[in-house]
């Protein structure tokens, strides 16, 4: 009960989140194999600069290797080991190279290599497929339109107390209808079916929570 509660409201841990590029994506990391993600400044680089390792203590608990140390500049999307959640958020993809976000709050990257324990999820696939609702980031100020299109009509604004259920991504219009099944709802207008943009001026307008 504690792990679907945690899972649900988990919505965008860093406030300043919308502050960052969308970028490309998320990477999940699989922590199930105690991975280590060597960062670099640049792809030139032949040393890393920075390590984050996945390993178990002696009490057989999952942990990161020097965790108060790595914590000072390791601030990434999620990051909820009890709960097999790691993740970061991917600005660019280029070959062999991932650039992520080691920092969302101060926007800071750095660059890792593809490894078969880090999967590239796009933005479009994961809003669909690995979160159960969204709602409205407060930076932003966005209008539900009856169809993917700017000059559409509005239905109405999101409020505070919208919550939603992701059905379609269509470029950066993303189709919604109010969430009750999560029952994180608590909008007395309920909409069916409607259109808003999931990024605008290169940023994330929504929070959203990982599936249960």
């Known amino acids: 009960m504690l792990k679907h509660l945690l899972l649900v409201t988990l919505i965008s841990p860093l406030i300043l989140c919308a502050q960052l590029k969308v ?7 699989n922590i199930s194999n105690f991975p280590s993600m ?17 390993k178990k203590d002696t009490s057989g608990e999952v942990v990161i290797t020097d965790r108060e140390e790595v914590d000072k500049w ?19 993809v280029s070959g062999k190279w991932i650039q992520v976000y080691t920092d969302n709050e101060r ?11 880090f999967e590239f999820i796009p933005w ?30 509005t239905i109405r604004k999101i409020e505070p107390t919208d919550c ?3 059905l379609e991504i269509k470029g950066s ?17 309920i909409i069916k079916s409607g259109w808003i943009k999931w990024k605008q001026d ?3 307008t929504i929070n959203y929570s990982l599936m249960a």
């Not at 970028?23 to 990391?29: D, E, N, R, T, V």
């Not at 640049?42 to 996945?54: A, F, H, I, M, N």
């Not at 390791?74 to 080991?81: A, C, N, S, W």
């Open 202 to 204: 290169g940023k994330l």
């Open 38 to 54: 060597m960062l670099y400044a640049d792809t030139l680089q032949e040393s890393p600069l920075r390590k984050v390792e996945v």
């Open 164 to 166: 939603f259920e992701v």
């Open 23 to 29: 970028g490309q994506g998320i990477l999940k990391i």
């Open 124 to 153: 479009e696939k994961f809003l669909l497929k690995e979160i159960s609702a969204i709602d409205k980031h407060p930076s932003f100020s966005l209008n539900i339109k009856i169809s993917p299109a700017d000059n559409s009509k």
């Open 173 to 189: 219009w993303m189709h919604i209808k109010t969430n009750l099944r999560s029952e994180c709802n608590e909008s007395k207008k």
């Open 107 to 117: 926007g800071i990257t750095m660059w890792t290599r593809v490894d078969p324990n």
């Open 74 to 92: 390791f601030k990434p999307e999620q990051l909820f080991l009890e709960y097999d959640i790691f993740m970061m958020r991917v600005d660019v």
